[in-house]
């Protein structure tokens, strides 16, 4: 089950590097790995999907006396039992891998008490939220071991599948990779109406995707130097490996998080389609019957599954299609395995149809006041990486926006964008798909291809604090992918981030 890496891949997995670091044609690199590279599979999978899928148990709360919902988390090492024949070293919140999940209404004010039990630095970032930036815990706002750092805000979006995870200058791939990461869910009037199995852990499951690969039973993210970061050799669910989950309903809704550092995946089954309701900033327009959904990392999916009495179905990965990147066995493309078996009950529960029609958004293209353009490659974007002494983009406040992104390289990456939910304007001049036009806060970008997206800066200017925007392959953020925005409110002008000093664009690590 650990996988144990072959020599031959590695081998492979430098030469595809060296090719691609030489500046090699894209073509020459491809045809001439493609031969060896066509049975390179770093997956492995279990014997048998017969573990019971661990579902995140839901954060406990209390209401204070100006009717605040208050949380705890600790984020703290422990150990955990992934494998038959090992212990675990991991990290948690509240507990020895992942954390809780936080649930709150759209209205509601909410505060987190975070305490960093951890040995070193860290932080807590709300993806996928609206808030302001200095409690949007990202890398200014770090909490130290021992320290505890209590943000506070009032939910104000649509109901949705958002997560949490650490944001620390320079190590959040490692942080995340030990286990650092829950779901914040946000309900409302709007996905109380669209008639979905709501029932969490029965007929409403988180299902958090990561891949991990073991060394002596301990996790290892050395992975030889992938261009995208590691891609692991097992796979688990809400930290299951192998998992199953009985189900008891004729529907059941599954709330998909890409939660890996680097991977994309392509979910699915052989013999069904499903019909995705919502997408990461909440309900689609309308639900959209699906084979594939692609999710690169940190993108969500809520999805519903149809089941016949006493019959199974598979989540599967397919080979997720990346675009055209150079070599594709070697940032995942080739891969293909079981993700977590429905094993359905001899007699299930009536389920509810979904609504037709869920909800109207949408942003006005025609009050775009500004348009950014933003080149990812290799780790810089514009050119420039990651530097938190410097503020790279202005915003108005009360303002809407195009952010037209580009990835120049042959390889992955993907675009988040803190603070908004946007909507994929275009794709290269047409329409997206209907998987890509929802509410999005994180979106794939296919090599040389231009993304638009539309966003609104509603509120919460503050021209001393700024909200992130990078790629979400972990490794590459970490490595400098990444840049600032601020705010603005009329007359007011940028200044530097309180307490950053300038430089050290990669944090701890050196390149
Ligand atoms: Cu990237």
């Known amino acids: 089950m650990t996988g144990a890496r072959t020599p031959d891949r590695a081998s492979l997995r430098r030469r595809t590097l060296l090719l691609l670091a030489a500046g090699a044609p894209a073509v020459v690199a491809a045809g001439s790995l493609a031969a060896c590279g066509a049975s390179v599979s770093p997956v492995t999978e279990p014997d048998a999907f017969d573990r019971p899928l661990l579902i995140p148990p839901l954060a406990e709360s209390s209401v204070a006396a100006d009717g605040t919902r208050v949380f705890t ?54 993806h996928g939220m609206h808030l302001p930036a200095a409690m949007d815990g990202g890398p200014h706002q770090s909490v130290e071991p021992g320290q505890t750092w209590r943000p506070e ?27 650092l990461a829950g779901l914040f869910l946000i309900d409302d009037g709007e996905t109380e109406a669209a008639a979905l199995p709501d029932e969490y852990g029965v007929d409403d499951i988180p299902v958090i995707v990561q891949d991990k690969s073991f060394d002596d039973g301990e996790l290892t993210i050395d992975d030889g130097g992938n261009e995208v970061g590691l891609l692991g050799s097992t796979i688990m669910v809400n930290g299951t490996i192998g998992a199953v989950l009985d189900v008891t309903t004729e529907i059941v809704r599954l709330r998909i998080l890409n939660g890996s550092t680097a991977r994309t995946y392509s979910f699915g089954f052989a013999d069904r389609s499903f019909t995705l309701v919502a997408s990461d900033g909440g309900l689609l327009r309308s639900p959209v019957e699906l084979d594939r959904i692609r999710l690169s990392p940190a993108e969500r999916a809520e999805i519903l599954v149809r089941m016949e009495p006493g019959t199974e179905a598979m989540l599967h990965s397919f080979k997720p299609e990346l675009g055209r990147v150079a070599v594709p066995f070697a940032v995942g493309g080739n891969d293909e395995f079981d993700v977590l078996r429905l ?63 580009r990835n120049q390289d042959l390889s992955p990456h993907n675009f ?96």
């Open 416 to 511: 988040h964008v803190h603070d908004v939910q946007f909507e994929v304007l275009d794709i290269d001049g047409d329409a997206p798909p209907p998987e890509l036009a929802g509410r999005k806060d994180t979106v794939y970008t296919e090599p040389q291809r231009t993304y638009r997206l539309l966003m609104r800066f509603e509120d919460y200017s503050d021209p001393a604090m700024p909200y992130m925007y990078h790629c979400h392959l972990l490794r590459h953020e970490d490595e400098g992918l990444m840049g600032q925005f601020v705010v603005l409110a009329p007359g007011e002008v940028a200044q530097p981030p309180a307490g950053a000093s300038s430089g050290g664009g990669s944090g701890g690590h050196e390149h």
């Open 73 to 126: 988390l600790e984020a703290r090492a422990g150990t955990s039992r992934f494998l038959d024949d090992a212990t675990t070293s991991t990290w948690g919140f509240n507990g020895d891998f992942l954390g809780p999940t936080l649930r709150a209404e759209r209205g509601e004010r909410v505060a987190v008490e975070v305490t960093n039990s951890l040995p070193e630095t860290t932080s807590v970032h709300w």
């Open 343 to 405: 094993r359905a009950a001899d007699s299930l529960a009536p389920s509810s149809e979904p609504a037709g029609a869920f909800s109207e958004f949408g942003l006005d293209a025609a009050a775009v006041a500004t348009t950014r353009t933003f080149q990812l490659q290799g780790r810089e974007i514009n050119g420039q990486r990651m530097d938190m002494g410097r503020i790279d983009e202005s915003v108005q406040v009360d303002t809407t926006e195009i952010w037209e992104v």
């Open 153 to 179: 805000w009032t939910i104000d979006q649509a109901g949705a599948t958002l997560w949490y995870h650490p944001h620390p200058h320079g190590t959040t791939e490692q942080h995340v990779y030990q286990g």
